[in-house]
């Protein structure tokens, strides 16, 4: 019998939709049903029992009325959207971490109670076992933990830790190649700083004032984007500046497809590329030497005016993606071995 697989996850343009999108190229590679059923997760939103709600205090009392409003008016429409989900062997949820262990965000375990033989899975960039910071932070406000879903899949086998993929969870890696990204010849160096992230501003300052100084061309990104605006940008990109410690970061992959550098002010902020068999949770890293780490204001000079006049427009784009490849063999193409794995115990139904 062949396994027909439901995906879930938000339309709007963040990290769940990518993964959404990437699986469902990875599912289709390996001749698996597949159908993504986007905003979904407003459906499963309002099963939330009603003492939950009560019980949220993110929630005023016209929030709270707002809610059982629209599960009234939603009535009919969900409970077609649960029978068309009961017809799938397993649901995969695309959706960040911690958000999908939030007892006041997602009611999975209702979920799983109108669907008790569905096996529910978590598609994210990290696996949650990865994180001890994370979990602990889970655990002090009485959400969810790792048991709450039936396995997981991340992107990377490494975040504050690494581990190999064990019961419950397998790492898959992520399919970019679907989305026409690779290493193109540049027309001039240009340089992409991300978005302003709270308590790390001098960062960026700093970053802006040095490429200023030096006078290189320079997008910095600063509105909402839709998926192609922002991928013609990483595509101009000979250097992209990472804001903040990343999960997985998945701009970086993107711009590593397309053939540019990768700056950051700590080899630890890259935390999902960090090639060390052991590292410490937080702690700096090994990375290879698309990644430009620089120690403070006078080392960025430094390294962006040698990077400025050595960078060849036409041939380093495609050295620089071989380095990816060759150090991240998973994070273009995906790991579909694994998947085959999940998808052939989803097939005897043994993911328990």
């Known amino acids: 019998m062949n396994s027909k697989i439901a995906i879930l996850a938000r339309s709007e343009n963040a990290s769940p939709k990518v993964l959404a999108q990437s699986l469902r190229h990875m599912l289709l590679r390996l001749n698996v049903h597949v159908d993504i059923h986007w905003d979904t997760i407003a459906t499963i939103g309002r099963l939330k029992p009603f003492e939950i709600l ?3 205090q993110k929630l005023n009392w016209n929030g709270k ?8 008016r939603y009535y009919f429409i969900d409970s077609s959207v649960i029978k068309t989900l009961n017809t799938y062997s397993a649901i995969v949820l695309c959706e960040c971490i911690p958000n999908a262990f939030w007892k006041s965000y997602l009611p999975v375990e209702k979920l799983r109670a109108l669907l008790p033989s569905v096996p529910i899975i978590l598609y994210e960039v990290y696996y949650l076992g990865n994180s ?11 959400d ?12 990377s086998e490494i975040t504050e830790i ?6 419950p969870w397998s790492f898959v890696g992520l399919d970019i190649e679907h989305t026409g990204l690779r290493p193109v010849e540049k027309n001039e160096f240009i340089a992409v700083v991300d978005f302003e992230q709270k308590g ?17 061309e320079t997008i910095v990104l600063e509105k909402r984007y839709n998926m192609t605006e922002i991928r013609e940008i990483y595509k101009k990109a000979c250097i992209f500046f990472i804001q903040f410690p990343e999960a997985f970061g998945l701009p970086i992959a993107e711009c590593f497809s397309t053939g540019a550098y990768v700056f950051t002010p700590n080899s630890g902020w890259p935390m999902s590329w960090r090639l060390d068999k052991n590292p410490k949770i937080h702690g700096p890293g090994t990375l290879p030497e698309v990644f430009q780490v620089y120690k403070n204001i006078n080392d960025l000079r430094y390294k962006l005016s040698n990077i400025q006049m050595t960078y ?5 784009p495609f050295r620089i993606f071989d380095i ?4 991240y063999p998973f994070y273009y193409q995906g790991n579909l071995e694994e998947l085959r794995k999940v998808i052939d115990r989803i097939r005897i139904k043994s993911l328990n």
């Open 162 to 167: 690494r581990s190999s993929s064990i019961h």
């Open 144 to 155: 969810a933990s790792i048991d709450r879903y039936d396995w997981h899949l991340s992107v």
């Open 200 to 216: 790390y501003e001098t960062y960026r300052k700093e970053q802006i004032e040095i490429l200023n100084e030096l006078n290189i």
């Open 312 to 316: 060849d427009l036409k041939k380093e």
């Open 65 to 72: 009325l707002g809610f059982l409003i629209n599960k009234l």
């Open 324 to 327: 990816f490849r060759e150090n």
């Open 132 to 142: 001890p910071t994370q979990m602990e932070k889970l655990a002090d406000t009485k």
């Open 54 to 56: 009560f019980m949220d």
